[in-house]
Each structure stands twice: as structure tokens, then as C-alpha cells.
């Protein structure tokens, strides 16, 4: 009965490369949410998703970051360009419903630090 | 804007005895808040939740108090166990029944 499931957990980029961050929520879980802890911060919510669908991207920065969720496979979040100001542990939840209150059920997180 | 705060970066406690851990908010939209405990390289784990109809949630050894008109919820732990050392997160929901708004986080040690 895995749980949440995130990798990298740890991932080191320069300025400028891309990094991929990957999400595999519980299983029968269908609902994605991914958030992000800066340095000193509480986590801020990024973008809830279902297969397929973007719900709320209301949290993503405007450029560099996109997320999916496809028919097959986990979740992505993508940062193209990174810089060091996305150096942040960035934690994916899931859901079994889209209500859902306290059943979000978290990953361990994928810690990015950018050089 | 910081709508969720705790004001506590740090609470050190002797073991058997309370844990108190405070947090308040500022948007009269939240309506259901929740507790989730984060120890060291793990994700935040729920830990118990209230609804703004009720004043008081009680599960074991946790209880949560809210107190809307202060816009102030307080989480109690007793008595305290060194395993309850970890970060502590108040997180609120308001007109969206998904988009949780965290605090930065109390630092719990219970000392043996």
C-alpha cells in the first residue's frame, strides 16, 4: 500500500537547465496537487490537477513552470530556465476525490537547489 | 500576505507535560482548518482538522480549539511525547475545498 510517491527527492541544477519533477499519487487516486516550501516558508499551493486536466493553476509563476498529470504515468512538474529563486522543496499530494479537505495525502517532497 | 500565521517559530517542552501550539488567520473566508506534523525530510502529515461550525476537536491526545471571533485556533498536545518532536503546520481552507494555506511552522521539541 505505497503512498505518495516523489523523485527525484533530491535534484541539483544549474541556472538556466531544466528540471523535472515527478509525482506518483496513491493508488485509485486521481486528484494531483503540488505545492512548494521556500527557505524559512510554509508550503504555497501551485496547481491542482486530475488525469488529463489543469483545475487551478492559480498558484504556477506565470512563465517557466508547467505541470501535467497524463492518461498514463505520474504527474510532472516542469521548470524550464531554472533560477535560484526556485530552489524550494516542491511536494505533490493526492486525493481520492476532488473535495477533499484533510485526505490530501503528501509525498516526501523533492528538494531542488539551484546553483 | 501571510493569511496563515504562527507566530512560534520554536516550543520546547518537558516530556508529560502541554504542548501548545498557537496559529491565527486572516481571511474570514476560511472555513475548515487543519493540522498536519512534518518531521525531517518526509511530507506533512495530517494530524487532526476542524470545521468553523464546532469550537473544539478532540482525537486522543490532540485537541484543536478555535476561536472565530479572534480568528485564533490552538493545537494541544498532552501529554507530550519526544515523538511529537517535529514541525508543526496550521493549514486553512476557505472558498475553495482543495487550496490548503499554510503557516511557516512551529518547531516542536519535547525534551526527555
Known amino acids: 500500500n505505497a503512498g505518495v510517491m516523489q523523485n527525484p527527492r533530491h535534484l541539483v541544477r544549474r541556472r538556466g537547465q531544466e528540471a523535472r519533477l515527478r509525482c506518483s499519487p496513491m493508488?485509485?487516486?486521481?486528484?494531483v496537487y503540488w505545492y512548494r516550501q521556500l527557505p524559512e516558508e510554509g508550503l504555497k499551493f501551485m496547481v491542482y490537477?486530475?488525469?488529463?486536466?489543469?483545475?487551478?493553476e492559480s498558484g504556477m509563476p506565470k512563465e517557466r513552470f508547467s505541470a501535467e498529470f497524463p492518461k498514463e504515468g505520474p504527474s510532472i512538474l516542469r521548470i524550464q530556465q531554472v533560477v535560484r529563486g526556485d530552489s524550494a522543496a516542491y511536494f505533490c499530494?493526492?486525493?481520492?476525490?476532488?473535495?477533499?479537505?484533510?485526505?490530501?495525502?503528501f509525498g516526501p517532497g523533492t528538494r531542488l537547489t539551484v546553483l | 500576505d501571510q493569511q496563515v500565521k504562527q507566530n512560534s517559530p520554536s516550543l520546547s517542552v518537558q516530556e508529560g507535560r502541554i504542548s501548545i501550539l498557537n496559529c491565527d488567520y486572516t481571511?474570514?473566508?476560511?472555513?475548515?482548518f487543519l493540522w498536519y506534523k512534518k518531521y525531517p525530510a518526509e511530507g506533512p502529515t495530517f494530524l487532526i482538522s476542524?470545521?468553523?461550525?464546532?469550537d473544539k476537536n478532540e482525537d486522543g491526545r490532540f485537541t484543536v480549539f478555535l476561536n472565530k471571533s479572534a480568528k485564533h485556533l490552538s493545537l494541544h498536545i498532552v501529554p507530550s511525547q519526544p515523538g511529537d518532536s517535529a514541525v508543526y503546520f496550521c493549514?486553512?481552507?476557505?472558498?475553495?475545498?482543495?487550496?490548503?494555506?499554510f503557516g511557516k511552522g512551529t518547531l516542536l521539541t519535547v525534551n526527555p
Open positions: 499530494a493526492s486525493s481520492l476525490q476532488g473535495v477533499s479537505y484533510n485526505e490530501q495525502f
Open positions: 476542524i470545521s468553523s461550525i464546532k
Open positions: 493549514a486553512a481552507i476557505g472558498d475553495s475545498n482543495y487550496k490548503l494555506t
Open positions: 493508488k485509485g487516486h486521481s486528484h
Open positions: 490537477l486530475q488525469k488529463e486536466n489543469i483545475i487551478d
Open positions: 481571511n474570514s473566508m476560511f472555513d475548515y
